[in-house]
């Protein structure tokens, strides 16, 4: 990245129009229009010298990304010119530097966004594929948090039932099957690291085809086996058995084969070493296309090993577009999370989500092996799942929580 044209420097806090008053001069030398630039000088406070020429806009409560009366100043970029203007708000007493994170602490302590919105806006600013900027941009702007609330009031609703069973008798019938799919209504991921783990073959072919082990708009953790072969030699069977445990922990494998080695008169002969580590799901890949004259149709291929299997030569490049981008449509179809009309479906994208969602699913799976007799130790197990929802997006006491949340922002935001 190059450099910028204009830097933002924001104010937050109940001062912030006193910061104005002391190093801003307008033409019309008067308190500012909430939400309208204004051209003006940004002088330092003491000496009155001009640091620089830009523009300046204030934003009152509540209305603006804190909550709080907020001030921003937008001046040139250069090093020299922020420094010195950092430093005009340093001699002010009433004004300190930003914390990491603390103005987006600010928003969610002023009910502007929620944790899942505040996870979301990280993870938006840390976003380098189409699918995680989807992703991260549906969560900021609240399609997570729509979708926990929708099953918080769900369990709520349910609670209500319950106890008012307690309070007046059995009068009323309990709704079952509630939540049977409640645990079913996310998909599940983690956003904060690669989605997709694939072993066996092309790690390097895919780094450099890819421009970084992306396809697809997909993070990759590529790993390579180097070959699976019977060997007598300790050290060696040690890594083939450590290559084998990397295939069958993986997402998804991908098997590279060389296809003179493997065909003949019309049959495929896969080698016993990676046979123990085929399944349905495999991925074939039958390599050196170029050193056969006779090639197999993909009708005989795909009848033989499955529809996700593909001839190439990597060394002339014979094919190798057609498998990248048949690979490449097929890890969409699987991993992908938006629809035909683009819209993404709303991902556990923190461990932190999965957690309280697990424990959520818990004490719903608890509250359903009460028996009716029962019902009072029922209704806190709803409470609890209740509860749980209500943490991942900060509904209830979340304090241990924040600092984890926040600490990763930079200094601006």
């Known amino acids: 990245m190059g450099k910028a044209g204009v830097a933002v420097i924001r104010i937050s806090g109940p001062d912030a129009l006193k910061v104005w008053k002391s190093i801003i001069k307008t033409a019309a030398q008067r308190l500012p229009d909430p939400w309208k630039f204004q051209r003006c000088k940004i002088v330092h406070p003491e000496r ?14 509540p209305k603006s990304f804190t909550s709080e009366d907020v001030v921003e100043l937008h001046i040139h970029s250069g090093r020299a010119i922020i420094s010195s203007v950092l430093n005009a708000l340093s001699a002010l007493s009433f004004c300190r530097p930003a914390e990491a994170g603390e103005f987006t602490r600010r928003a969610f302590q002023g009910g502007r966004l929620d944790l899942t919105q505040v996870e979301g806006l990280k993870d938006l600013i840390d976003a380098e594929t189409e699918t995680q900027r989807r992703i991260a ?43 049977e799919q409640e645990p079913k209504h996310f998909s599940c991921t983690k956003q904060s690291r690669p989605t997709l783990k694939m072993v066996e073959g092309l790690a390097q072919f895919f780094s450099s085809a890819g421009g970084g082990n992306y396809i697809g708009g997909l993070p990759l953790i590529v790993a390579d086996t180097a070959g699976l072969r019977a060997t007598d030699d300790l050290v060696e069977s040690i890594g083939i058995e450590r290559a084998k445990s990397m295939v069958q922990a993986s997402d998804l494998s991908l098997c590279v084969l060389s296809l003179p080695e493997i065909y003949e008169s019309s049959y495929f002969h896969i080698p016993s070493s990676s046979k123990d580590l085929i399944t349905p799901e495999t991925c074939f890949l039958l390599n050196k296309s170029d050193l056969l004259q006779t090639q197999p149709s993909d009708i005989q291929i795909q009848s033989a090993l499955g529809k996700n299997a593909w001839i190439a030569s990597l060394e002339t490049g014979h094919r190798t577009f057609e498998f990248l981008s048949s690979f490449t449509e097929m890890l969409k179809q699987r991993y992908d999370t938006s629809d035909a009309q683009g819209t993404t479906t709303p991902l556990i994208t923190h461990a932190r989500h999965r957690t309280h969602l697990t424990s959520a699913s818990q004490f719903i799976a608890s509250f359903l092996q009460y028996s009716s007799e029962d019902i009072v130790l029922g209704a806190e197990e709803l409470r609890y799942a209740a509860q749980a929802v209500g943490k991942i997006s900060g509904i209830i006491d979340v304090e241990d929580v924040l600092d984890a949340v926040f600490r990763d922002f930079c200094i601006g935001k």
């Open 137 to 179: 941009l549906q969560a900021a702007g609240g399609a997570s948090r729509a979708q926990f609330e929708h099953l918080r009031s769900e369990i709520i609703h349910c609670l209500a039932m319950v106890e008012a069973l307690i309070d007046f008798g059995e009068g009323e019938d309990l709704e079952e099957g509630v939540f």
């Open 48 to 61: 009155q010298e001009v640091l620089d020429d830009g523009l300046a806009v204030f934003f009152k409560s």
